[in-house]
C-alpha cells in the first residue's frame, strides 16, 4: 500500500463499493471525477481473486485510494461476498489507523417499497452518537428499523468497536438494477455534508446509458449479495 | 400496499444471464422474477426504450420481451464496436400461471409484468 500523507487534519474517508442499485459505485466514483481526485495507492484484501482492470493499456487495481485535501476515497470495482467484506472492512480499518482518518462515511442503496416515488430518499446509521449532528444538520432521517448485510455491515460491525465513527447512506433504489437515479440524490446529500459543491448534469444526463453499461457489475454483485443472504431465512428474489 | 414484500420464495439465483448476441445487434437486459401470494411479478431493466417499442409476448411458460433502443448503443469489445439496436430476453416462469391475466406497465425505463396464478383444487371439509 503507497500512501501520501495529506497535511490538513480532520481527514474523512468516503468508501464505495458494488451494492444494492450499484449507488455506491455510482456516487463515489463520480466524486473522483468530478473533484479530480488523484490515485495515491492501493488496497489489497487478503483471498481476492487476483483481478486487475486495464483502462486505455493503463492497469488499475480493483480497490484503489484517492485524495484531494483531507477527503480520501476507497473504492472497489469489485463486488465482496460475506468472507471478502469482513478482509475489506479490516483493511479499510488499517488504512485509517494509518492515515488518521476521523470519521468514515458510505454509500448504499436499500430496496423501497413504494418504486412510483418521484425523488428517492436518504437515510442515515451512524456507528456512533457523535455522527448524530451530520444527519440532524442535513435533515437525513435515521435508518430505524430493519437489518443490513453485505460489505457495509461487515465494515459497521468493524468500526462501531472502534473509536471512529462510521456513517452509511442509505438510498432508495431499486436492488436488483442499476439506478443512477438514486446515486444522484445520493451525490447532493454526501455534497451537502462535506460542504463541497457538485455538480450533477454530467450523470443526470448518462442514466440511462450508465444502467446499460453497468449490467455485468450489477449481476455480479447480485451473485456476491446473494452468497451471502443464502445463509439467512429473509433472501428476497429470484434473480434471473 | 398492493404486494407483501415478506412472502418471497427463497431460490439460489440463476448465473450467467446476460448474453449479447453481437450478430443480431442484440443486448440482454437485466431482469428479475419474484413470487408474491397469488402472482408472479417479472422485471425487465429496459433504459433507453419507449413504450412503444416493446413486445410481450407469452409462449407456453415462457415470457419474451423484445424492445428496440430509442437510439443505438455502442460497445467495443477486443477491438470491435458493435451498436446494439435491440433488447431481448426469455425467461421461464413457474408453471401454474394464467398468462391470459397477465398485465404490464412500463415506468423509468422499466417493465413490470404482473402473472396471476392458476388456482385449482378442491376444497376440503372440516368436519
Known amino acids: 500500500m503507497k500512501i501520501v500523507k495529506p497535511d490538513t487534519q ?15 459505485t455510482f456516487s463515489i466514483s463520480y466524486l473522483i471525477h468530478h473533484l479530480k481526485m488523484k ?20 492497469i488499475l487495481a480493483p480497490i484503489r485510494v484517492y485524495n484531494k485535501n483531507n477527503i480520501f476515497i476507497i473504492i472497489s470495482d469489485v463486488p465482496f461476498n460475506q468472507y471478502l467484506a469482513e478482509g475489506f472492512a479490516l483493511a479499510v480499518l488499517e488504512f485509517c489507523k494509518k492515515n488518521a482518518i476521523k470519521k468514515i462515511m458510505m454509500v448504499s442503496g436499500m430496496e423501497t417499497i413504494n418504486q412510483q416515488k418521484e425523488a ?18 442535513n435533515q437525513i432521517p435515521k435508518f430505524l428499523d430493519g437489518s443490513i448485510f453485505g460489505t457495509d455491515a461487515a465494515i459497521m460491525s468493524v468500526f462501531r468497536k472502534t473509536t471512529i465513527p462510521a456513517l452509511v447512506l442509505y438510498a432508495e433504489c431499486h436492488p436488483f438494477f442499476p439506478d443512477p437515479e438514486a446515486s444522484v440524490v445520493a451525490i447532493v446529500t454526501l455534497a451537502k455534508i462535506l460542504d463541497i459543491e457538485v ?37 428476497p428474489q429470484i434473480y434471473k | 400496499m398492493e404486494d407483501s414484500y415478506l412472502r418471497f ?52 411458460n415462457y415470457v419474451n ?8 448503443y455502442s460497445e467495443e469489445k477486443l477491438g470491435t464496436i458493435t451498436k446494439f439496436e435491440y433488447f431481448k430476453k426469455s425467461i421461464s416462469l413457474p408453471e401454474k400461471i394464467d398468462s391470459k391475466k397477465a398485465t404490464a406497465k412500463f415506468q423509468k425505463g422499466r417493465l413490470e409484468i404482473k402473472i396471476p396464478k392458476r388456482t385449482a383444487g378442491n376444497l376440503i371439509k372440516i368436519n
Open chain 1, 120 to 137: 428517492p430518499k436518504i437515510y442515515g446509521l451512524v456507528t456512533h452518537s457523535t455522527l448524530d449532528n451530520i444527519l440532524y444538520n
Open chain 1, 199 to 235: 455538480d450533477t448534469n454530467d450523470i443526470q444526463n448518462r442514466i440511462e446509458k450508465l444502467r446499460i453499461q453497468h449490467r455485468r457489475l450489477m449481476e455480479e454483485t447480485l451473485r456476491a449479495i446473494q452468497q451471502e443472504q443464502g445463509k439467512e431465512t429473509r433472501v
Open chain 2, 65 to 72: 420481451v423484445e424492445a428496440k433502443l430509442k437510439q443505438k
Open chain 1, 10 to 24: 480532520e481527514n474523512t474517508l468516503l468508501i464505495g463499493f458494488p451494492s444494492n442499485g450499484l449507488v455506491g
Open chain 1, 39 to 58: 490515485q495515491i495507492g492501493e488496497i489489497e484484501v487478503p483471498d481476492l481473486t487476483p483481478t486487475l482492470f486495464v483502462e486505455g493499456g493503463e
Open chain 2, 9 to 60: 420464495r427463497i431460490t439460489p439465483p440463476i448465473i450467467g444471464s446476460l448474453f449479447d448476441d453481437i450478430e443480431h445487434k442484440t443486448l440482454s437486459p437485466l431482469s428479475c422474477l419474484r413470487e408474491f401470494d397469488n402472482h408472479w411479478r417479472v422485471e425487465f431493466d429496459l433504459p433507453m426504450v419507449g413504450k412503444k417499442d416493446i413486445k410481450v409476448s407469452f409462449d407456453g
